[in-house]
């Protein structure tokens, strides 16, 4: 078990971020990738091979890939402006609205495809910075060692321990909602601290390895050998981040969303359901607005949870499903 | 104790399942045991020795798994039982010791716990009997029996590993299998630790395999020497013939790599090259790519075992002088 | 004993940072929205509570130094000023008083089931591994898991509140009923609860599951668990005694940790079903701008997830000989 100091790291297990979920690190028993000294293009081909045989990867893979289309080119798929309302409401499917149109007159389905973008701006702008920044500051602490070690691990503590979702509604409070941007520069605040542990985990066992010792014999600066040795085999960890916050963000961003403390007037799932719960959907008979835009999430959170799960697989074949040798092996009648 | 042998291991295979296929990690072992006698097993790392022994003792996990062959201890065939049916003859009969204590001992139980977990499940019931036998144990490694109030990682290295033999002679067992038990300690302690194991076989007559790639220093306690190479028995004698004069190439490649203190300073050789993979080994002799003396025959057909003065050796160079054997 | 002084050290430390965060927070927002929100509000407002809210929120004349140790001083004495528009005069303290129960009962208890259903259902996963159901479940447990809080808990609302009526899904009891100790009370109240309860359930279980079913396997691979095989040992103890017993000493800590996330979920659980607990608090305040019980509110649940941590962390020294004594 890798026990740092202060809050003894929540072991490593199955995923998940959202708002009452209790998060987990990523990969079980400390086994976490690949030997030092692989480097990044080869890391790139290990995933793409191993996402191919992995088929949770494969699903996961599939999904986002489907939604990232959908984001890039709405127009195509979906032929009405989300915000407009001017169609007869609270519509059942049809097939002019193909899941019939919300208590304001706006079609339902092009509210879900012209939502996706949002979302996934979202998500990814959440998945990149929070992974840079718990990337910047675990492998500095782990590099630095002392007490700049000390002051860096507590400050990361601090901001793990104290409850995320809580701290982001008290924020967005403050500010009276919340624009994408906002959103994503606050769920990075709360999140990155998450992954900056794991990254100082393992980068501190790194640390001393010999193709490290090479570099500094060698006489290269620090910061050369935190961002040219350290960092590129640290892949597999640093996509994983990824696609953890990425998750984090989808359900958080939502979640706000649906309190209202996102921005209303935007299209996105989150606003979506805040409008239907605000409406009653379910009492006036309009179940869909609430139900597609949650399968929605479901959908995509579903797509980074099983990606990260199939990493977790590949990175320890321990958890992977177990094979026998069916038909050869040694059976005894009882 | 039994008449014959205590141990009879027939045609033993076991083989992995990987992405890459199926490795046979152990292919045909077959050898005898008999009561109170030492069998050290020696090889390269990835010879299949450590597989070896927990295919005996019944303890590999999925994916390993023994495929064929039998392994006959006290008259019964353990090969294809359940951990349920395996269970009363489990430490009575035959214990265990592993490479390292620290691993092997389960750190959120004392000592006495441990010891007390095995009799129980053996039907030792009395906490009298169970209190006196532990520390009887303890005493004949030399430990304090005060330490069986201590958890495994307050005692020093050399501490654990005694206590998890001491843990092995419990039940006074016919068959005690070691798995490189000193490998973790100094040189110092090596020693010291494998004398003691040899009295206490000697004063409780116990039999042993004892695994190791130390060759040296297992061949001044065993009776027999069992030599491995690619899953496969290359070489098994009795100690001193095999290590005096060993007969086949990579034995003597192994020979001559330990350094001896006495005598005549002797350039130090190794053996070039690695072990072959074996998920597609090569189809003659598995030794043929590293042979110093190989010559065609090797290449080709892969050698039976040939008796040659009461040693087995599997190498076409003893082929003619007796007849096969395996 | 002094691991657990170094742990409550840190807490300390995070108490700290979070009532620091609470001071700077307003301030650091464009127009500080708390003085206008007081403003307000004045009028309801009692002597005593306007003056911890000057410290509180950076109305008045007093250097900053000065109000933040105003600040502190006040929340020692659990001075928190009283509510501005949620429930006007009345002292935050009160409110959040009656709040507790209601979110202890139902987060707490639920919580602590599906922590104990879900070990115990991944240390039996992990025992009985191999075959099709170790491959199918884990992907279903992980999609359970990313489903969010709130849209279960309306789903299951359509279910069985709206299409079927079996249950309330509205306030913590019926409120045509006055509460007490009665049998009829206590049976509605717990009706009330098992939908919001079972959302929590359902969402939080597959983290435990998997949870312990990944550190069980990686134990089950250890030395210790084949040495107890090999001693001949029924297999209910290896499961139990050597295998469980090891692998579950990360997850306490773990489980603790995500207790803030539990939280987090909770307060959406409360929104949806109208339960008027904490987490349906802090979102009214949200809605009414009312800072002070936000703030109040806040603080609390942060200290309630450190004191968890915090006995997590001495139940894990408690099974765990290797941390306890020198460290």
Same mark, same amino acid.
């Given at each position: 078990?890798?026990?740092?100091?202060?809050?003894?790291?929540?072991?490593?297990?199955?995923?998940?971020?959202?708002?009452?979920?209790?998060?987990?690190?990523?990969?079980?028993?400390?086994?976490?990738?690949?030997?030092?000294?692989?480097?990044?293009?080869?890391?790139?081909?290990?995933?793409?091979?191993?996402?191919?045989?992995?088929?949770?990867?494969?699903?996961?893979?599939?999904?986002?890939?489907?939604?990232?289309?959908?984001?890039?080119?709405?127009?195509?798929?979906?032929?009405?402006?989300?915000?407009?309302?001017?169609?007869?409401?609270?519509?059942?499917?049809?097939?002019?609205?193909?899941?019939?149109?919300?208590?304001?007159?706006?079609?339902?389905?092009?509210?879900?495809?012209?939502?996706?973008?949002?979302?996934?701006?979202?998500?990814?702008?959440?998945?990149?910075?929070?992974?840079?920044?718990?990337?910047?500051?675990?492998?500095?602490?782990?590099?630095?060692?002392?007490?700049?070690?000390?002051?860096?691990?507590?400050?990361?503590?601090?901001?793990?321990?104290?409850?995320?979702?809580?701290?982001?509604?008290?924020?967005?409070?403050?500010?009276?909602?919340?624009?994408?941007?906002?959103?994503?520069?606050?769920?990075?605040?709360?999140?990155?601290?998450?992954?900056?542990? =794991?990254?100082?985990?393992?980068?501190?066992?790194?640390?001393?390895?010999?193709?490290?010792?090479?570099?500094?014999?060698?006489?290269?600066?620090?910061?050369?050998?935190?961002?040219?040795?350290?960092?590129?085999?640290?892949?597999?960890?640093?996509?994983?981040?990824?696609?953890?916050?990425?998750?984090?963000?989808?359900?958080?961003?939502?979640?706000?969303? @649906?309190?209202?403390?996102?921005?209303?007037?935007?299209?996105?799932?989150?606003?979506?359901?805040?409008?239907?719960?605000?409406?009653?959907?379910?009492?006036?008979? =309009?179940?869909?607005?609430?139900?597609?835009?949650?399968?929605?999430?479901?959908?995509?959170?579903?797509? @980074?949870?099983?990606?990260?799960?199939?990493?977790?697989?590949?990175?320890?074949?321990?958890?992977?499903?177990?094979?026998?040798?069916?038909?050869?092996?040694?059976?005894?009648?009882? | 104790?039994?008449?014959?042998?205590?141990?009879?291991?027939?045609?033993?295979?076991?083989?992995?399942?990987?992405?890459?296929?199926?490795?046979?990690?152990?292919? %045909?072992?077959?050898?005898?045991?008999?009561?109170?006698?030492?069998?050290?097993?020696?090889?390269?790392?990835?010879?299949?020795?450590?597989?070896?022994?927990?295919?005996?003792?019944?303890?590999?996990?999925?994916?390993?798994?023994?495929? %064929?062959?039998?392994?006959?201890?006290?008259?019964?065939?353990?090969?294809?039982?359940?951990?349920?049916?395996?269970?009363?003859?489990?430490?009575?009969?035959?214990? &265990?010791?592993?490479?390292?204590?620290?691993?092997?001992?389960? /750190?959120?139980?004392?000592?006495?716990?441990?010891?007390?977990?095995?009799?129980?499940?053996?039907?030792?019931?009395?906490?009298?009997?169970?209190?006196?036998?532990?520390?009887?144990?303890?005493?004949?490694?030399?430990?304090? /029996?005060?330490?069986?109030?201590?958890?495994?990682?307050?005692?020093?290295?050399?501490?654990?590993?005694?206590?998890?033999?001491?843990?092995?002679?419990?039940?006074?067992?016919?068959?005690?299998?070691?798995?490189?038990?000193?490998?973790?300690?100094?040189?110092?302690?090596?020693?010291?630790?494998?004398?003691?194991?040899?009295?206490?076989?000697?004063?409780?007559?116990?039999?042993?395999?004892?695994?190791?790639?130390?060759?040296?220093?297992?061949?001044?306690?065993?009776?027999?020497?069992?030599?491995?190479?690619?899953?496969? &028995?290359?070489?098994?004698?009795?100690?001193?013939?095999?290590?005096?004069?060993?007969?086949?190439?990579?034995?003597?490649?192994?020979?001559?790599?330990?350094?001896?203190?006495?005598?005549?300073?002797?350039?130090?050789? %190794?053996? /070039?090259?690695? /072990?072959?993979?074996?998920?597609?080994?090569?189809?003659?002799?598995?030794?043929?790519?590293?042979?110093?003396?190989?010559?065609?025959?090797?290449?080709?057909?892969?050698?039976?075992?040939?008796?040659?003065?009461?040693?087995?050796?599997?190498?076409?160079?003893?082929?003619?002088?007796?007849?096969?054997?395996? | 004993?002094?691991?657990?002084?170094?742990?409550?050290?840190?807490?300390?430390?995070?108490?700290?940072?979070?009532?620091?965060?609470?001071?700077?927070?307003?301030?650091?927002?464009?127009? +500080?929205?708390?003085?206008?929100?007081?403003?307000?509000?004045?009028?309801?407002?009692?002597?005593?509570?306007?003056?911890?809210?000057?410290?509180?929120?950076?109305?008045?004349?007093?250097?900053?130094?000065?109000?933040?140790?105003?600040?502190?001083?006040?929340?020692?004495?659990?001075?928190?000023?009283?509510?501005?528009?949620?429930?006007?005069?009345?002292?935050?303290?009160?409110?959040?008083?009656?709040?507790?129960?209601?979110?202890?009962?139902?987060?707490?208890?639920?919580?602590?089931?599906?922590?104990?259903?879900?070990?115990?259902?991944?240390?039996?996963?992990?025992?009985?591994?191999?075959?099709?159901?170790?491959?199918?479940?884990?992907?279903?447990?992980?999609?359970?898991?990313?489903?969010?809080?709130?849209?279960?808990?309306?789903?299951?609302?359509?279910?069985?509140?709206?299409?079927?009526?079996?249950?309330?899904?509205?306030?913590?009891?019926?409120?045509?009923?006055?509460?007490?100790? +009665?049998?009829?009370?206590?049976?509605?109240?717990?009706?009330?609860?098992?939908?919001?309860?079972?959302?929590?359930?359902?969402?939080?279980?597959?983290?435990?599951?998997?949870?312990?079913?990944?550190?069980?396997?990686?134990?089950?691979?250890?030395?210790?668990?084949?040495?107890?095989?090999?001693?001949?040992?029924?297999?209910?103890?290896?499961?139990?005694?050597?295998?469980?017993?090891?692998?579950?000493?990360? +997850?306490?800590?773990?489980?603790?940790?995500?207790?803030?996330?539990?939280?987090?979920?909770?307060?959406?659980?409360?929104?949806?079903?109208?339960?008027?607990?904490?987490?349906?608090?802090?979102?009214?305040?949200?809605? +009414?701008?009312?800072?002070?019980?936000?703030?109040?509110?806040?603080?609390?649940?942060?200290?309630?997830?450190?004191?968890?941590?915090?006995?997590?962390?001495?139940?894990?020294?408690?099974?765990?000989?290797?941390?306890?004594?020198?460290?």
């Amino acid at each position: 078990m890798a026990t740092l100091e202060a809050p003894g790291g929540p072991g490593n297990t199955g995923e998940s971020g959202q708002p009452g979920q209790p998060a987990m690190a990523l990969t079980p028993g400390g086994g976490l990738m690949p030997q030092g000294g692989i480097s990044g293009a080869r890391s790139l081909r290990r995933m793409t091979r191993a996402i191919r045989s992995n088929s949770k990867a494969t699903v996961g893979a599939g999904l986002l890939v489907l939604f990232i289309l959908v984001a890039l080119f709405p127009g195509v798929i979906a032929h009405d402006d989300p915000s407009a309302e001017i169609y007869g409401r609270a519509l059942g499917p049809s097939s002019s609205h193909l899941l019939g149109t919300t208590a304001f007159g706006q079609d339902l389905f092009a509210q879900i495809i012209y939502g996706t973008r949002p979302v996934l701006l979202i998500a990814v702008g959440v998945g990149l910075s929070a992974t840079i920044i718990a990337m910047l500051i675990g492998v500095a602490a782990a590099y630095l060692g002392g007490a700049w070690d000390g002051v860096l691990s507590l400050f990361t503590d601090v901001l793990l321990v104290i409850p995320a979702f809580p701290l982001l509604i008290v924020i967005a409070s403050y500010l009276h909602g919340a624009s994408t941007l906002v959103l994503i520069a606050v769920v990075t605040a709360v999140s990155w601290s998450y992954t900056a542990r =794991q990254l100082r985990a393992q980068a501190l066992s790194l640390r001393n390895r010999d193709f490290l010792e090479a570099a500094r014999v060698r006489g290269e600066r620090s910061i050369y050998i935190i961002l040219v040795e350290i960092i590129p085999t640290m892949t597999s960890l640093l996509v994983a981040s990824f696609l953890t916050n990425a998750l984090y963000a989808v359900l958080f961003s939502s979640s706000l969303q @649906f309190i209202g403390l996102g921005n209303p007037n935007t299209v996105s799932w989150g606003t979506m359901l805040y409008w239907a719960e605000n409406n009653e959907a379910f009492q006036t008979g =309009q179940a869909l607005w609430i139900i597609v835009p949650g399968l929605c999430i479901v959908a995509l959170g579903a797509a @980074f949870a099983l990606l990260n799960y199939a990493f977790d697989e590949i990175g320890n074949p321990a958890l992977r499903p177990v094979r026998s040798i069916r038909g050869k092996r040694v059976k005894r009648p009882r | 104790m039994t008449t014959g042998p205590v141990l009879e291991v027939r045609d033993l295979a076991v083989e992995y399942a990987t992405e890459r296929g199926t490795v046979r990690a152990v292919d %045909g072992v077959s050898f005898d045991l008999d009561a109170g006698e030492f069998i050290g097993v020696v090889g390269e790392s990835g010879c299949g020795k450590s597989t070896l022994l927990f295919a005996i003792a019944q303890l590999l996990v999925p994916p390993a798994a023994v495929t %064929g062959g039998s392994v006959v201890f006290r008259g019964q065939n353990m090969v294809g039982l359940t951990d349920r049916q395996l269970a009363s003859v489990r430490w009575r009969d035959l214990s &265990v010791v592993m490479q390292s204590a620290m691993n092997a001992l389960n /750190p959120v139980k004392t000592i006495a716990a441990q010891y007390k977990d095995a009799m129980r499940a053996h039907g030792v019931a009395s906490k009298e009997q169970i209190e006196a036998r532990s520390a009887e144990v303890l005493r004949m490694v030399g430990i304090d /029996p005060v330490h069986l109030k201590s958890y495994p990682h307050q005692l020093s290295g050399g501490m654990r590993q005694r206590s998890m033999i001491a843990m092995a002679l419990l039940l006074t067992p016919e068959l005690v299998i070691m798995d490189e038990p000193t490998s973790a300690l100094d040189v110092v302690a090596q020693r010291s630790l494998m004398v003691q194991i040899k009295e206490l076989q000697e004063q409780l007559g116990f039999a042993v395999i004892f695994v190791t790639h130390d060759m040296s220093l297992v061949s001044h306690f065993s009776d027999h020497l069992m030599v491995m190479y690619a899953g496969r &028995v290359d070489e098994f004698g009795p100690t001193r013939q095999v290590f005096d004069s060993p007969l086949h190439p990579y034995t003597i490649g192994l020979t001559e790599a330990f350094p001896s203190i006495r005598g005549p300073r002797v350039p130090l050789t %190794g053996i /070039p090259g690695s /072990p072959p993979n074996l998920a597609s080994p090569p189809p003659g002799c598995r030794f043929a790519p590293r042979c110093p003396k190989v010559f065609d025959r090797c290449r080709q057909e892969s050698p039976e075992l040939y008796h040659v003065n009461g040693t087995l050796v599997r190498c076409f160079l003893h082929a003619e002088e007796g007849g096969g054997d395996d | 004993m002094r691991f657990v002084l170094r742990r409550l050290g840190f807490f300390v430390l995070t108490l700290w940072a979070a009532l620091t965060l609470n001071f700077f927070l307003p301030r650091l927002m464009p127009g +500080n929205p708390a003085i206008a929100m007081v403003a307000l509000h004045r009028g309801s407002l009692s002597p005593q509570a306007l003056k911890v809210m000057e410290a509180q929120f950076g109305i008045g004349h007093q250097n900053l130094a000065a109000q933040y140790f105003s600040y502190l001083g006040n929340v020692a004495r659990f001075k928190f000023g009283e509510s501005l528009t949620t429930q006007p005069g009345v002292s935050v303290g009160r409110i959040v008083l009656d709040a507790i129960p209601w979110t202890l009962g139902l987060v707490g208890l639920t919580t602590i089931l599906a922590f104990l259903l879900g070990t115990a259902i991944g240390i039996l996963g992990a025992w009985r591994r191999g075959g099709r159901l170790d491959s199918i479940m884990p992907p279903i447990f992980v999609i359970m898991t990313v489903i969010p809080y709130f849209w279960i808990g309306l789903i299951l609302i359509l279910v069985f509140g709206v299409k079927l009526h079996w249950l309330p899904y509205f306030f913590t009891y019926n409120i045509t009923l006055t509460p007490g100790l +009665n049998l009829a009370f206590i049976g509605n109240v717990l009706e009330h609860a098992i939908l919001p309860s079972f959302t929590l359930l359902i969402t939080t279980i597959g983290t435990w599951i998997l949870t312990m079913r990944n550190t069980m396997i990686t134990t089950l691979a250890e030395d210790y668990v084949r040495m107890a095989r090999a001693k001949g040992l029924p297999g209910r103890r290896i499961m139990l005694d050597y295998a469980a017993r090891n692998a579950i000493l990360p +997850n306490l800590t773990g489980f603790a940790m995500s207790l803030g996330f539990v939280v987090g979920g909770a307060i959406l659980i409360e929104l949806v079903f109208n339960y008027e607990g904490v987490g349906w608090l802090l979102l009214q305040a949200v809605n +009414n701008n009312d800072y002070p019980l936000e703030q109040a509110l806040f603080l609390l649940i942060t200290g309630a997830v450190l004191l968890a941590i915090l006995i997590a962390d001495v139940v894990t020294a408690m099974l765990d000989p290797r941390t306890r004594g020198a460290r």
